[in-house]
């Protein structure tokens, strides 16, 4: 036996036990504003004031961060498509909660998207993506404030993941690693370029335009993609690249929506 089904086999032996904590655990599994609007507001205070170290209104400082900060949110995007890409191109793998040999007995909220659920492979979690690619450009601006992101991802994110059975461990694992090394990569190769440093000058120069897009952006990111995503796939059902009804497209991206939050 792996240590994922190991791992897998002993939350199947917690689940079920206290329905309240169950429900209290899927809730936060699905809250955006303890996913990623956490980690945006944190972002939020290094994109205003300079890190420690700078003195106040030190616009070379403030715009550094701005540019790490802008290169992360780029490369977390990134990421995100690349976990797309492997849980298509990857081994289907079934989620814990759906293999009925862990005997996870889960709360009815997560038992009426099994159905969707059948259909996404687990591996890699797009939300360890995604989310430790945020905290890892927190930590590129402060040490402090980017150890925190991580074990905030790690406890209130990743954890009730496993908890639930919606992933591995090694999904997670495999994920944080992506999000960890595509923003590294990513701000290396962006943070100092002309083209972000051209973005970061703009937020000063034109913060009334620029500030409300960046706004929108980080919006999408802290909500998982999921409009961009619904979009996509509706795009996909209305131009025949299946074999749905409009009616049933419509539904399938209803139902879509509710597993990007989880």
Not at 16 to 23: E, L, T
Request: glycine share 8%; charged share 15%.
């Amino acid at each position: 036996m792996s240590i994922d089904e190991s791992i897998s086999r002993f939350m199947g032996l917690l689940l079920g036990h206290a329905p309240g904590f169950d429900a209290f655990m899927l809730t936060v599994s699905g809250s955006n504003l303890l996913k990623g609007a956490v980690l945006i507001a944190a972002a939020s205070c290094f994109w205003i004031a300079p890190t420690e170290g700078s003195t106040p209104g030190n616009r070379i400082g403030l715009a550094a961060d701005r540019a790490i900060l802008a290169s992360a949110m780029l490369a977390s995007c990134v990421g995100e498509i690349i976990a797309l890409a492997m849980a298509k191109l990857a081994p289907f793998r079934l989620r814990p909660f759906l293999n009925e040999d862990f005997g996870m007995h889960v709360p009815q909220g997560l038992q009426a998207l099994a159905p969707k659920m059948m259909e996404q492979s687990s591996f890699p979690s797009d939300h360890a993506v995604l989310f430790f690619a945020m905290a890892t450009g927190l930590w590129l601006v402060n040490r402090r404030a980017g150890w925190l992101a991580f074990g905030y991802v790690a406890t209130v994110i990743a954890l009730p993941r496993l908890y639930l059975g919606l992933h591995f461990a090694s999904d997670l694992i495999v994920g944080a690693m992506i999000g960890v090394v595509v923003v590294l990569a990513g701000v290396r190769v962006m943070a100092d370029s002309t083209p972000m440093r051209w973005l970061s000058a703009q937020t000063f120069e034109r913060p009334v335009l620029v500030n409300p897009i960046l706004m929108l952006i980080t919006f999408q990111i802290a909500t998982m993609l999921s409009d961009l995503r619904d979009f996509a796939d509706l795009a996909g059902h209305l131009t025949g690249l299946d074999n749905d009804t409009p009616q049933l497209s419509a539904m399938n991206t209803a139902a879509t929506g509710a597993t990007h939050a989880l």
